[in-house]
Nanobody, 125 residues
């Protein structure tokens, strides 16, 4: 199983980025998926998650109203649209799939069994 996160980069504060996550080796469209991030010296933290149907989403308070998670099961990708970026959003962003398909999605790292390699997002002030 491989998850591939892409779309990171350097952006000025107030700008936008769109991250994408694709997977191989599992029926990605049936797995709840989450985005997490980890800044230097900090623990990995929850950003957003989406159910396998795409009908349920949740966000960390720090990104509500600015980030939007979505999935395109036809293309087998999960996206994270990030708007109004702030310097404190700077981190490596990881996508992850829950350990089991067809279930609900959650915000805790141990719930996720498959992880991508991460993509760097840097927001300059």
């Amino acid at each position: 199983v491989q998850l591939q996160a892409s779309g990171g980069g350097l952006v000025q504060a107030g700008g936008s980025l769109r991250l994408s996550c694709a997977a191989s080796g599992l029926t990605f469209s049936r797995y709840p998926v989450g985005w997490f991030r980890q800044a230097p010296g900090k623990e990995r933290e929850f950003v957003a998650h989406i159910s396998w149907t795409g009908g349920s989403t949740d966000y960390a308070d720090s990104v509500k109203g600015r980030f939007t998670i979505s999935r395109d099961n036809a293309k087998i990708t999960v996206n994270l649209q990030m708007n109004s970026l702030k310097p404190e959003d700077t981190a490596v962003y990881y996508c992850a799939a829950e350990r089991r398909p067809d279930g609900s999605s959650g915000s805790r790292v141990p719930e996720y069994g498959y992880w991508g390699q991460g993509t760097q997002v840097t927001v300059s002030s």
